[in-house]
């Protein structure tokens, strides 16, 4: 399911006092043997979090993923809206309830594999999130009948991942005869079905396979949850912000996520690119320029993101872009 983002009051621990986002997503904590709730999935900080050194209360180096990691520890595995640490960490949840997060009701698209008709008392079907996700559900199985109707439901959405690993399992039950759950067992077979999907994505369904006991499982399976990458998504804008908005200004940053930033233009127009990086254990190395800054004639700060970023970049001259450290104007 879709959930609203809770807001964050968080003391840093050199004293820096921001505003984060908590995104939950679903399967996250264990209640039971198989049970599994909503949790925090992710922790986003304002860039000016970033831009930082932090130290715990031994002087030990803290990266802003370790921050983001206590605090997401915090409320999935203590249950707690509020913690402090000895470094001088410290964090609220303003609005949200980590035991019950708000859900964003939003229309969906139910999925029924037609194809099942004649095999089956009752034909599969699964509530996913939009049309995008139907076409690459259906890009995996291009000679299966997939009607995707329209609903509006707070059902649980089901991951492309979770929906192909399920409809590849019930396939290989019918050809061999088998009951679904003896399919999952048939990993060559399970995988002959999943072949359209991307290498690393099938690597994952491949590797989690034998820990599943029941086919009922997959639902529950929090590796094929949706997981989606913590670069986050851009509205493209062209604004001017005085040089104490600049961190303001840039969208928030998931604190596992890199950000690096390079010089580039000329002696005549100066300007700054913010690039965030990722690494995830499907995709390697993602890369996305976030935003790009300049000082304007007036003194203040441009700021171009997305499209309006990507447009300025093919303007400047990139020939002598080099990494820099980060500049007091932005933040510090």
């Given at each position: 399911?879709?959930?609203?983002?809770?807001?964050?009051?968080?003391?840093?621990?050199?004293?820096?006092?921001?505003?984060?986002?908590?995104?939950?997503?679903?399967?996250?904590?264990?209640?039971?043997?198989?049970?599994?709730?909503?949790?925090?999935?992710?922790?986003?900080?304002?860039?000016?979090?970033?831009?930082?050194?932090?130290?715990?209360?031994?002087?030990?180096?803290?990266?802003?993923?370790?921050?983001?990691?206590?605090?997401?520890?915090?409320?999935n595995?203590?249950?707690?809206?509020?913690?402090?640490?000895?470094?001088?960490?410290?964090?609220?949840?303003?609005?949200?309830?980590?035991?019950k997060?708000?859900l964003?009701?939003?229309?969906?698209?139910?999925?029924?594999?037609?194809?099942?008709?004649?095999?089956?008392?009752?034909?599969?079907?699964?509530?996913?999130?939009?049309?995008?996700?139907?076409?690459?559900?259906?890009?995996?199985f291009?000679?299966?009948?997939?009607?995707?109707?329209?609903?509006?439901?707070?059902?649980?959405?089901?991951?492309v991942l979770?929906?192909?690993?399920?409809?590849?399992a019930?396939k290989?039950?019918?050809?061999?005869?088998?009951?679904?759950?003896?399919?999952?067992?048939?990993?060559?077979?399970?995988?002959?079905?999943?072949?359209?999907?991307?290498?690393?994505?099938?690597?994952?369904?491949?590797?989690?396979?034998?820990?599943?006991?029941?086919?009922?499982?997959?639902?529950?399976?929090?590796r094929?949850?949706?997981?989606?990458?913590?670069?986050?998504?851009?509205?493209?804008?062209?604004?001017?912000?005085?040089?104490?908005?600049?961190?303001?200004?840039?969208p928030?940053?998931?604190?596992?996520?890199?950000?690096k930033?390079?010089?580039?233009?000329?002696?005549?127009?100066k300007?700054?690119?913010?690039?965030?990086?990722e690494?995830?254990?499907?995709?390697?190395?993602q890369?996305?320029?976030?935003?790009?800054?300049?000082?304007?004639?007036?003194?203040?700060?441009?700021?171009?993101?997305?499209?309006?970023?990507?447009?300025?970049?093919?303007?400047?001259?990139?020939?002598?872009a080099?990494?820099?450290?980060?500049?007091?104007?932005?933040?510090?």
């Open positions: 399911m879709d959930y609203k983002a809770a807001d964050l009051n968080v003391t840093l621990p050199d004293g820096l006092e921001v505003k984060a986002k908590a995104h939950f997503a679903d399967n996250l904590v264990s209640v039971g043997s198989e049970e599994k709730l909503p949790g925090v999935q992710r922790i986003d900080f304002p860039l000016q979090a970033h831009l930082r050194n932090y130290k715990d209360e031994e002087g030990t180096p803290l990266s802003l993923e370790d921050i983001g990691f206590a605090i997401q520890f915090a409320i595995d203590g249950g707690v809206k509020a913690d402090k640490w000895e470094s001088g960490l410290s964090f609220s949840m303003e609005n949200g309830d980590p035991d997060p708000e964003i009701t939003t229309n969906a698209k139910k999925v029924t594999a037609l194809t099942f008709a004649s095999d089956m008392d009752v034909m599969p079907s699964w509530i996913m999130r939009n049309d995008e996700e139907v076409a690459l559900l259906r890009s995996y291009p000679n299966e009948g997939l009607d995707a109707v329209d609903v509006s439901s707070t059902e649980k959405r089901q991951s979770m929906v192909a690993t399920e409809l590849a019930l290989t039950s019918l050809e061999h005869s088998i009951t679904p759950t003896e399919a999952l067992r048939r990993t060559s077979d399970m995988m002959a079905e999943l072949n359209g999907l991307p290498g690393g994505a099938s690597r994952l369904i491949e590797i989690a396979l034998p820990s599943l006991r029941t086919f009922e499982e997959i639902s529950n399976e929090a094929f949850t949706d997981a989606p990458g913590a670069l986050p998504s851009l509205e493209s804008g062209q604004f001017k912000v005085s040089v104490d908005g600049v961190s303001e200004a840039i928030m940053i998931p604190s596992n996520v890199a950000v930033m390079f010089d580039i233009g000329s002696e005549q127009r300007a700054t690119a913010l690039y965030l990086y690494s995830t254990p499907i995709e390697p190395e890369l996305m320029l976030l935003a790009v800054t300049e000082t304007l004639p007036d003194g203040d700060i441009g700021v171009s993101i997305g499209d309006n970023a990507e447009e300025l970049i093919h303007k400047l001259d990139l020939k002598n080099k990494e820099i450290e980060f500049k007091p104007t932005m933040g510090r």
